[in-house]
């Protein structure tokens, strides 16, 4: 009997997880199905009791669920725990256990793929979210200086830098500001690394063609990271490239956590070239 494998969010028309998961169930020939699971706010009971029938292995959580998972799974693995946000479970007999893949995703895009080291470094944060939280708590962990988020609704960044205060070593700092000119202008004018963690400038999104940050605070000392990756190249991308400044897309980053899913799921070191190749096709059709 084939097992399968859901993908948790609301919408889910710019997704291509179930291209690239699939593509790595079919490099091993395992009889698993990467399926969307499109589900409203309100409905994720209903989701999680099709994640407890006999034929599924777990599933992966995106936006807007990754935050309200956490209190609706049997247990939350570490980090998970500690970064407020759940974005993989795995099936352990009708048991639903909760990690959090993100924040190993991005650290090693942010890292290896284009060799940037967050220790001593000024970092702004874009959204206050489910993967802003994974993002934000490892960039803590690897020695950030200093960590601005900037949200649109100030109370979740003060929220989150509040959750963050307890990670802080002696030296490092946090604040929280209002989405407005002046913050802006004020966290950009010093920082090493900017990271979108917002959905504006996704395809089929309400910010479709839109970039969080005018062009005007974007300079050439700055590494600028869109954690969209549909499109490839984001209007923020674009306008950063143009300034001068060294870019990394959403791509990797989302490779890297569904390959560390698809680990935990089967067992077996993910085919990275094989979910790359696949991505890149579907993007580019």
């Not at 698993?32 to 409905?43: F, L, M, N, S, V």
């Not at 000392?221 to 959403?250: F, I, R, S």
């Amino acid at each position: 009997m084939a097992k399968h494998v859901g993908l948790i969010g609301y919408p889910l028309k710019h997704s291509i997880s179930a291209v690239f998961q699939q593509a790595g169930f079919d490099h091993y020939k395992l009889d698993i199905r990467y399926q969307a699971w499109e589900t409203k706010p309100g409905r994720l009971e209903a989701t999680l009791e099709r994640l407890r029938q006999p034929d599924t292995l777990g599933a992966n959580v995106t936006v807007p669920h990754k935050e309200a998972m956490l209190l609706l799974l049997d247990r939350v693995e570490e980090p998970a725990q500690q970064i407020g946000a759940v974005n993989t479970i795995i099936k352990a007999g009708r048991k639903l256990v909760g990690y959090n893949t993100d924040a190993h995703g991005f650290m090693r895009a942010l890292r290896g793929d284009v060799g940037f080291d967050p220790r001593d470094r000024w970092v702004v944060i874009l959204g206050a979210g489910g993967v802003a939280r994974a993002v934000a708590f490892t960039l803590i962990k690897s020695g950030a200086t200093q960590l601005t988020i900037i949200n649109r609704t100030l109370e979740r960044a003060e929220a989150l830098s509040l959750d963050l205060t307890v990670s802080l070593d002696e030296g490092q700092g946090l604040a929280a500001l209002a989405w407005e000119e002046r913050s802006f202008r004020q966290a950009l004018g010093q920082c090493d690394l900017v990271v979108n963690c917002t959905t504006i400038g996704m395809k089929h999104g309400a910010g479709e063609g839109q970039s969080p940050v005018d062009a005007k605070f974007l300079t050439k000392d700055m590494l600028v990271c869109d954690l969209v990756y549909n499109p490839l190249e984001t209007p923020l991308l674009k306008m950063a490239a143009a300034a001068g400044a060294q870019t990394l897309g959403g791509l990797p980053m989302l490779i890297y956590q569904g390959a560390a899913a698809f680990e935990l799921w089967t067992g077996r070191q993910a085919p990275i070239d094989v979910m790359f190749n696949a991505a890149r096709r579907a993007l580019e059709a």
